[in-house]
Structure formats: C-alpha cells, structure tokens
C-alpha cells in the first residue's frame, strides 16, 4: 500500500489526539473526576467521536496507558475460590503476567512512573481504581479498611515488582515463581483478609 | 573568601575524580570485587591519595553514593534486642529515616534508580552489602536462607518506600508511621525469622 505523503491517515491521527489528550486529562483529574467531555476538549474533537473510538472511560484510560491485560477479567479470575487462598492466587496471578511477553511494558510503566510525575499519577490511578477497587470489590472488604488494605496490597506487590524486575537482587530476581509464591502469599493474604492493626 | 578564579581548589577536584571513578567502577564490578586501585587508576590518582581521603573502602562507597545515615551503626541497633521483636524495630527505623529530612535523598536514589541501569546496580550493591548483609549477619541467620530472605526483605521495604513516597498511594502515603509498623512488621519479622517455604 502507498500513501501519498509520510502523514498517517486522518483517523489515526485523531485517535492518537485523544489518546494523549486522556493522558493528560487522567494524570492531572484522575480517572473518577476525568469526564470525556473534558478529553475531547482537550483533543479538540466531539465527545461523540471518542465514544465511537474507545467505548467507555475506562476502555480509553487502558488504552490511553497500554496496558496489555485487561485487570476487568483478570482481576476477578484471581479473586474467584476460596477466600483462604486469595493470596496465593492473585501473587500468582501477578507473576505469570509480569514474568510474560506483557510484563515488560508493565515494567517499562513502573520505571517510568519513578522519576515522572506525571507518569505516577497515572499509574497510580491504574492501581486504584483498575486493579485495588476491584479487589476490594471481589473481596467484599469492609469499606472502611479497604483503602489500608489495598494501598497495603500495593507495597508488597509493586516492591516484587521492583526487587525482581527492576533492581534484579538475587534470588528473588531468578528465583521459580512457585517459590516467591509459596514466601509472599501470606503476605498478600494477610494484606487482603487478615490481622492489620 | 575570594578565589583568583571560579576553579575550585585542586583538592576539592581530586576529591570529586575520585568519587566519580568511584561510583563507575562500583557500578561496574559491584562492591565486592571493586578495590582501592582500581578506583584510584580510573581516576588517575595514587592509591594512597584515596585512602588519604576516604579511609576504607566502605566509607567511599558511601560518600560516593551520598549515603545519608551510616547503616554500619543503624542496622545493629535496630536488630539489637529480642529477636521476635526484629521486625518491628527494623520496619520503624526505616520510617523513622525515610520520613526525616534525610529520606529526601534516599527517594531520591530510589527514583534514579528505576530508570538508569547504573544507578540501580549502585543501589543494589548498597542494599546488599550495607543493609542486608549486615541484617543477615546480626540475626545469625541460616546462611543457606539468608540471601532469600533478604531478597524477601527488599520486596517489602522497597514496596513500601515506593507506595509511600513516590507514587503516593494512600492511605499509606500519609499514615502515622506507628499504623504502618502494625500493619508491615509481621511481614518483615516472617522474613528475617518466620516460615518463608
């Protein structure tokens, strides 16, 4: 196929407007007070376009941050069984995704989010709202422990990531995920359903 | 004081040659296998100019890393005392010094780190043979499950640092720091001591 000029067709430029106009919009609002209206604002298109483009906010949000799993299915899928063993699934979970082709740009995300502002925001308004809330949600966690208990979540789970995938200490860097999971779990356990105060 | 030009007086230029040779060859072969000569050719001086500067070995590394505290003393005195108690005197010790004005520059390392390869393994080595080697060495830990648990301890410490401070989660971004001890010291504890297979 040849193009006439070394611009990308109309459409594809538009979306790629709105995909970093919602960038901006979700890292400076967040994603609950980020409204289309706004990003299409900011994209300088009709609210109606984006729609059409993305679907829903949070289809656009995951889009917009490449995210490369969908946490709406995954998420629920680790939570599912026995409460007793939540931990164990979703330290599971979290490890087959990263150690997977897909980990890397949720790696490449983390280190990024380090030494951007504007990139933590974002994914931070990833963990919440995508991965935390739906745990809390799955889990049927009283609501007033449950920001403790996610945002407890997050330290041990985002500090895996580190250690294994960013810092690379030994042996946790290379260590059999079946291993980590048998030593973490009961951390991520007792963060989701246990003793916290 | 007026100085004939902006240069700064030649000692001060040694000094700062040799702190950046040190961080190259630190970086490079780790702190193990780094020495004094080897410092001193990359920067071109005598070896016994950098000793004259810095004393051992382990007082440049941490100069040369801009090492706020001194974990030679910290780490002991945090693990001194009853053993079941370790995890809760070492969770509070971090906070205590991540949270003083000296933790700016430790979130600062942190940061760096994620996004440059050199400073990571500047980190790692410091994580290794300044906090956890010396952990490992005041518990009397088993030596074949020392380095796991350490790399253990990483995960959790790191996480927390990481959720606290740089992505800001909350509520832990701005818990009292005696909640978050409850809430992490049984995490820590069981990787200095506990069940971790």
Known sequence: MVRRSGRRPGNQDTRQDILAAAREVFAEKGFDKASIRAIATAAEVDPALVHHYFGTKEKLFLES????????????????????????????????????????AAVAMLRSAMSNDWTARLLREFIVTQVLRRAITELDMPRDEAPMRASLLATQIGGLAVVRYVLKVEPVASADPEILVRAIAPTVQRYLTGEIT
Do not use: F, H, I, Q
């Open 65 to 104: 941050m490449e995210v490369p799993v969908n946490p709406a299915e995954l998420v629920p899928k680790a939570l599912a069984g026995p409460r007793e063993e939540a931990g164990e699934r979703l330290t599971r979970l979290v490890l087959s995704v990263w150690d997977s082709p897909a980990g890397a």
